[in-house]
């Protein structure tokens, strides 16, 4: 069966308060996960309301009992690497292993120059990615010290400990065939695919196969998830009211909830949805982080527990 979890936008208005009532929310309706982003702002001003990744993280792992939860995802250019995963390690053992590690290049330069971060280009972050994800392995791997001689990144007789209880699973996000698959064959236990589209979908899943056997790995060995908006309705009416919002925030031609899906975002009443979840499913996604991005909208959160979750999470 499917899991399925919400994705908070953390740098959009998350303070305690939304994020004390979102983790209640999920631990009591159901939900199997919580993810959220880790910006320090806004892509576009206005700034809002943004907790810092770890020590909201470290609140989660301490407040909540069920849920498995993490970043989607962690910029390489925030933090050392050693550092990042250090912090991942303990929380992952404050958690009693519910911790999911996603890490990523980075991307938002407005960040990096309000807060006083080198913003590098992509060859760079890439670079730098990589790296961090064979620091981040060796360290959660190695019970004797590690020592690395990067380009952007060393270490010198580290090791983590006390020990990881687990090793922390590791998920990559991003669709990008030529560079993001690679490093996910290699390095990732969860591939987390972004508003990809349900055909595009199963050609990069299939070409994941394809590099995890390269690598000798079995396509079982990495979970497959799904990082996306919903649009919930409860009825048409609502529907169609939320669909003109939408396209019309947009300066669109009005579409339906079939253009959306076409586009990897899934829209529709209880019975659409539960329709489009399925051919996910039936495609090979394991995990939804269904991006919520009204933080306030508690009942929504509640009424699609109510009617989705039951079919695709067992009791």
């Not at 050693?82 to 992952?92: E, K, N, Y």
């Not at 690395?148 to 007789?157: C, M, P, R, V």
């Not at 990082?227 to 669109?252: H, S």
């Not at 899906?261 to 090979?284: E, H, S």
């Amino acid at each position: 069966m499917a899991q399925i979890g919400i994705m908070i936008e953390g740098q959009d208005g998350l303070n305690w308060g939304r994020w004390t009532r979102i983790l209640k929310a999920a631990e009591d309706f159901g939900y199997q996960c919580v993810f959220r982003s880790d910006h320090f702002t806004n892509a576009m001003p206005p700034d809002k309301d943004s907790l810092e990744l770890w020590v909201s993280l470290t609140y989660a792992a301490s407040h909540t009992k069920r849920i498995e939860f993490g970043s989607l995802v962690a910029p390489v250019t925030f933090r050392q690497p050693a550092m990042t995963v250090r912090m991942a390690a303990g929380v992952d053992d404050l958690s009693g292993g519910r911790l999911v590690l996603g890490l990523g290049a980075g991307w938002q330069e407005r960040e990096h120059a309000k807060f006083g971060v080198r913003f590098y280009d992509v060859p760079t972050r890439h670079a730098m990615l990589e790296e961090a994800l064979e620091i981040t392995t060796r360290l959660l791997r190695s019970d004797t010290p590690v020592s690395y001689a990067g380009k952007h990144f060393t270490l010198d007789e580290a090791i983590l400990l006390p020990r990881p209880a687990r090793r922390t699973p590791i998920l990559i996000g991003g669709n990008g065939p030529q560079k993001t698959l690679p490093l996910v064959a290699q390095y990732a236990d969860e591939w987390n695919a972004v508003y990809l589209a349900l055909a595009d979908y199963k050609s990069r899943a299939a070409h994941l196969d394809a590099l995890l056997r390269e690598r000798e790995r079995a396509p079982g060995d990495v979970k497959r998830s799904l990082m996306t908006q919903v649009i919930y309705a409860p009825d048409e009416a609502t529907l169609n009211a939320r669909l003109d919002e939408w396209f019309g925030k947009r300066n669109q031609p009005r579409g339906t909830a079939d253009d959306l899906f076409n586009r990897g975002i899934l829209a529709g009443t209880p019975a659409m949805l539960i329709d489009q979840i399925g051919a996910y499913t039936t495609a090979g996604v394991q995990r939804f982080m269904f991006q919520w991005l009204d933080q306030d909208d508690i009942a929504g959160l509640e009424n699609f527990a109510h009617d989705v979750l039951p079919h695709f999470h067992k009791a």
